[in-house]
């Protein structure tokens, strides 16, 4: 068993997950990988199996959330001091993953967030939505008033985590569905080290996605929700 962990949550995605677990064996080789299939009803796991790549099978879609947080208690569960996650539609460029691992094993931070606007604004080999936009600039305003940090990129899913922050992540407050500010709030809290590392991603422009159609409004509304929950939820463990 290799120290770090990479962990690929995957819902019904046939189209992309063989050219990305091909390209985490070439750029992450000090790695174990896991992918967590969260219910998916098209052929994904049978191509992870067809790869020889473990795989966690959730008997229905859970969410985003759940299916993280499940390969969170698999890494704890088998003694890995480091885990990287990254998503399983080809959005994120893995010739990115040595920097996560070289900053882990350096001891930078407890938690290395991979930008795509930290070396330059805006750069997300794309086009971004106004709307999407928005959410970013709204969240990136929402980390700073309340947890005192500055971090570019709040709704990535590029992050890399130590042994330290991998057990707060294993917590009741993790939330199920969209875990992005509001955990960065509560680890910010917890004294965790945070970390941006310049990363590359894509604009897949996936239909189906949080990303399309209304849909972000849905998940601004429900972000800022657990943003402001997160702040209640810290005071009442320290009372």
């Keep these: 068993m290799k120290e770090i962990l990479a962990i690929i949550p995957v819902f019904n995605e046939s189209r992309h997950i063989r050219n990305v677990l091909k390209d985490a064996v070439k750029y992450c080789n000090?790695?174990?990988?896991?992918?967590?299939?969260?219910?998916?009803?098209?052929n994904t796991l049978s191509i992870v199996q067809d790869l020889n790549i473990d795989a966690i099978?959730?008997?229905?879609?859970?969410?985003?959330?759940n299916a993280l947080q499940t390969g969170f208690k698999y890494a704890l569960r088998h003694g890995y001091r480091y885990l990287i996650h990254f998503d399983g539609d080809g959005q994120h460029e893995l010739s990115?993953?040595?920097?996560?691992?070289?900053?882990?094993?350096?001891?930078?931070?407890?938690?290395?967030?991979?930008?795509?606007?930290?070396?330059?604004?805006?750069?997300?080999?794309?086009?971004?939505?106004?709307?999407?936009k928005a959410?970013?600039?709204?969240?990136?305003?929402?980390?700073?008033l309340i947890a005192g940090i500055r971090i570019t990129d709040?709704?990535?899913?590029?992050?890399?985590?130590?042994?330290?922050?991998?057990?707060?992540?294993?917590s009741d407050y993790y939330?199920?569905?969209?875990?992005?500010?509001?955990?960065?709030?509560?680890?910010?809290?917890?004294?965790?080290?945070?970390?941006?590392?310049?990363v590359v991603m894509y604009n897949l422009n996936n239909s189906?996605?949080?990303?399309?159609?209304?849909?972000p409004l849905y998940y601004m509304y429900k972000m800022f929700l657990s943003v402001f929950l997160s702040i209640f939820r810290l005071k009442k463990k320290t009372l």
């Design 135 to 144: 959410v970013i600039y709204l969240l990136r305003g929402a980390i700073k």
């Design 57 to 65: 099978s959730l008997p229905f879609n859970t969410g985003y959330g």
């Design 208 to 215: 189906g996605t949080i990303h399309t159609g209304i849909k």
């Design 30 to 42: 000090v790695c174990d990988l896991l992918v967590i299939n969260d219910g998916s009803n098209d």
């Design 96 to 132: 990115c993953l040595p920097q996560f691992i070289e900053a882990l094993f350096a001891g930078e931070a407890d938690v290395v967030i991979g930008s795509r606007f930290l070396e330059r604004e805006g750069d997300y080999r794309y086009s971004i939505s106004i709307i999407r």
């Design 175 to 198: 939330p199920p569905d969209y875990p992005d500010a509001d955990v960065i709030i509560m680890l910010s809290k917890e004294k965790m080290s945070i970390k941006e590392i310049p």
């Design 154 to 170: 709040p709704t990535s899913g590029f992050i890399g985590y130590n042994r330290k922050a991998l057990e707060f992540m294993n």
